[in-house]
């Protein structure tokens, strides 16, 4: 009877120690699956904040072909800016003042970067300008598509040119258009001359188009007033419409008359960011970068673009119409006196003999 009772005593315990034992195994079990779904949650924390910062520079990064510098990168205004800091006060050539006025551009453009790029380890400031970079090529090519469609429909419905212009065929385009041509044709000559037209496309000696000369489209009626080429300049309609379509939206280029100053386009970064039912609207670069004004870079970017996406010449990429229209090609070609009469350095001497005007009267 002892025996027995003794047994079954011992049963109890091994019963009660396995399941001690096994109660610990659950609970290391839980344990461990409850420090592995903290993990989990971290790495998935971690993942969401990288990808929020990835997208907020690359937000940022739209903004910097667009005001900052369309062609010079972020190293290039750096290291110049380094450059001045070690070398003193030497002199400076043009390009190397372009840059220095890019990176002070940059900077008021993304006051935050300098902060943050100086409290940055190495690797993640490299990947830092990447994404930055890659906000700016990709809001390149957004804008540069959205226009080439844009700008050849806003010439069409205001010029309906006998042949109107396609935006997916070249050959529709450029100075072989007549509407485009017009547009494109140096502001002090006269396209409906057909000389004119005739040179231009030609190239011939008098009628190449350069950087020096201000295209049509950039004045208010497309028509310069040789006695006073500042009149007017940078109001062109196509222009403003471009400019409100990359800063703005696209919607806001339809009710442009092209008389205004640009306060309208600024304006529209103070308006509501709902709409009347409460959805969210997706920011535009005025809005991301908080954009208080039109500045001349930024006018620039569209100058460049407007005539890239529209006025493909005949056999020509769309790179090339931006060097032949804004380029230097032609520069060593065109003889001092030429260089002097064309629309940029007559308003430049213009400008100048009505300060001399000014502190003569004084």
Not at 3 to 20: D, F, G, I, L, Y
Not at 135 to 157: F, I, Q
Not at 202 to 217: H, K, R, T
Not at 222 to 243: H, S, V
Request: glycine share 6%.
């Amino acid at each position: 009877m002892q025996s027995k009772h003794r047994e079954t005593s011992t049963t109890n315990a091994h019963s009660q120690q396995s399941a001690v034992q096994a109660a610990s195994v659950q609970a290391r079990q839980r344990q461990r699956i409850a420090q592995l779904e903290e993990k989990l949650e971290a790495l998935e924390l971690g993942r969401v904040v990288k990808e929020k910062q990835a997208n907020y520079y690359a937000a940022q990064g739209r903004a910097i072909k667009c005001i900052v510098a369309l062609f010079d990168n972020i190293e290039d205004l750096v290291a110049e800016i380094d450059r001045r800091y070690e070398g003193g006060n030497e002199d400076h050539t043009i390009d190397q003042d372009q840059l220095q006025i890019g990176y002070v551009t940059l900077s008021t453009t993304l006051p935050w970067l300098y902060r943050n790029g100086s409290e940055m380890e190495h690797n993640e400031y490299t990947q830092m300008l990447k994404m930055l970079w890659q906000g700016a090529d990709s809001a390149r090519g957004d804008n540069t598509s959205k226009l080439k469609a844009l700008v050849s429909e806003w010439v069409n419905r205001e010029f309906k040119p006998d042949s109107p212009v396609d935006s997916n065929d070249k050959h529709t385009c450029g100075f072989s258009n007549d509407a485009c041509g017009r547009l494109l044709c140096p502001a002090k000559l006269d396209w409906n001359n057909p000389v004119v037209r005739a040179g231009i496309r030609d190239c011939s000696e008098g009628y190449i188009v350069m950087d020096l000369s201000f295209p049509a489209y950039l004045y208010d009626g497309y028509t310069a007033n040789p006695d006073d080429l500042e009149e007017g300049l940078f109001k062109g309609k196509i222009l403003i419409q471009g400019y409100k379509a990359v800063f703005t939206s696209p919607s806001s280029a339809k009710d442009v008359e092209g008389d205004g100053d640009g306060a309208d386009i600024i304006q529209n970064n103070r308006r509501a960011r709902k709409s009347f039912n409460g959805a969210k609207v997706k920011k535009h670069i005025v809005q991301i970068i908080n954009m208080k004004k039109v500045t001349p870079r930024s006018i620039a970017y569209i100058m460049c673009l407007a005539p890239w996406s529209r006025c493909t010449v005949q056999g020509q990429q769309a790179s090339q119409v931006v060097e032949k229209v804004f380029g230097r090609s032609h520069r060593n070609d065109i003889s001092d006196v030429a260089k002097a009469r064309m629309s940029v350095n007559a308003l430049a001497m213009q400008r100048a003999q009505c300060d001399d005007a000014a502190f003569d009267s004084a």
